[in-house]
């Protein structure tokens, strides 16, 4: 009887894990797609990553920034640009 309660023990966990995780998804706000000339309200840039292709691959990547507003709202914003090896001569 005690391995039942064990294994339902684990069992509530594991679901109180994933819906603490399926809480912060929501909370994340949606990306927005940057456009040509768009202003951008952005105070403290939170993270920058792009696609990871080959570490040879010098071109044009998918990339999105997050960052905080000047009303400390998250923003996460996509958008492309040259990939990052680009800038080392490659």
């Known amino acids: 009887m005690k391995a039942f309660h064990l294994g339902s ?3 509530l966990a594991t ?4 819906a ?12 927005e797609q940057y456009h040509y000339g768009q202003k951008l309200d952005v105070k403290q840039v939170i993270a920058i990553l792009e696609d990871s ?3 040879f691959d010098c071109g044009i990547v998918n990339a999105r920034m997050d960052y905080l507003d000047s009303h400390g709202q998250a923003h996460s914003l996509a958008y ?5 090896q680009c800038n ?3």
Do not use: E, M, N
């Open 88 to 90: 080392d001569g490659g």
């Open 20 to 31: 603490s995780l399926g809480a912060q998804a929501a909370d994340a706000p949606p990306v």
């Open 80 to 84: 492309r640009k040259f990939a990052t």
């Open 9 to 11: 023990a684990c069992l």
């Open 53 to 55: 292709g080959s570490p």
């Open 15 to 18: 679901l109180a894990a994933f």
